[in-house]
């Protein structure tokens, strides 16, 4: 598996010639919850296999899609899905211009189309979150043909050997609809965890190093008791979400820690007893 992929790396980085495409590669930073998940998340892009990231909100998906295109240098086309998405969001659309005094239309192409063009990744967030009807645009872009047909132009597009698409979706979300299965069939599918343990604390000591030693370890106690009532079936897996612990770490080092945990986890939960819960274990731990 390392001699494919250090094969697959040198032919298909995609070498940045100018900022703008420098400024689209990810940051990178993925804390991988296993041995096996982020290697193998870069075999399947490797081999041009469309990835579908699962997990719950905060767990990391968008940073672990970052630091794949961090690992290649290939920049990143971001799609933020919704109820509004339509084929213009993800192709382009036609405008008027003015050239040599006289109007004239051209197309300004889209993340799906552009990422088609230069060998970029493109990231679906939320994918889940979009409409039924828009997505099966995509089905030719995602299968063995890697191509399409821009409705507004008649081009044919036909994917650069580099271009890759990373999916990320949040199962049984408010808003969110069951993927179709045509669609779901063209993915190979990872499930994202919430980190835990060891990389968890590794990873506040790194993002807080000056932070007091009794704070960060109040917050990991209550991410592990957060993680400990999700698996039971008694908290939504967004209150144990990693990105909200972090806010409330940040916060914290300003105000009271009660409050920050409030205002960062407790407070955007739905369910009122969910937040009561919350608040308890955290009273347990901040003295």
Known sequence: MNELLTKEQHIRINRVHNEEDSRLIGSGGYLSPNNDLFHDVLIAVSLKKPVLLKGPTGAGKTKLAETVSHYFMQPVQSINCSVDLDAEALLGFKTIVLKDGTNAIEFVEGP????????????????????????????????????????????????HPDFSVIAAINEGYIGTTPMNEAL???FVSFSVPYISGQLLENLWNELFP??????????????????????????????????????????????????????????????????????????????
């Open 112 to 159: 799906v189309i552009e990422a088609m063009k230069k060998g970029h990744i493109l990231y679906i967030d939320e994918i889940n979150m979009a409409k039924a009807e828009t997505l099966p645009i995509l089905h030719s872009v995602l299968d063995y043909r890697r191509m399409l047909t821009n409705p507004f132009t008649g081009e044919v597009i036909q994917a």
């Open 184 to 186: 779901k069939n063209r």
């Open 210 to 287: 000056t932070a007091e030693r009794h704070l960060v370890a109040a917050i990991l106690h209550l991410a592990e008791d957060l993680m400990g009532q999700v698996k039971q079936g008694l908290l939504s897996e967004e209150a144990a979400s990693i990105r909200s612990l972090l806010d409330a770490t940040e916060l914290a080092q300003y105000m009271e820690p009660m409050r920050a945990i409030n205002y960062a986890i407790a407070e955007k939960l739905e369910d009122e007893q969910e937040r009561e819960l919350v608040l308890e274990l955290a009273s347990s731990w901040i003295k």
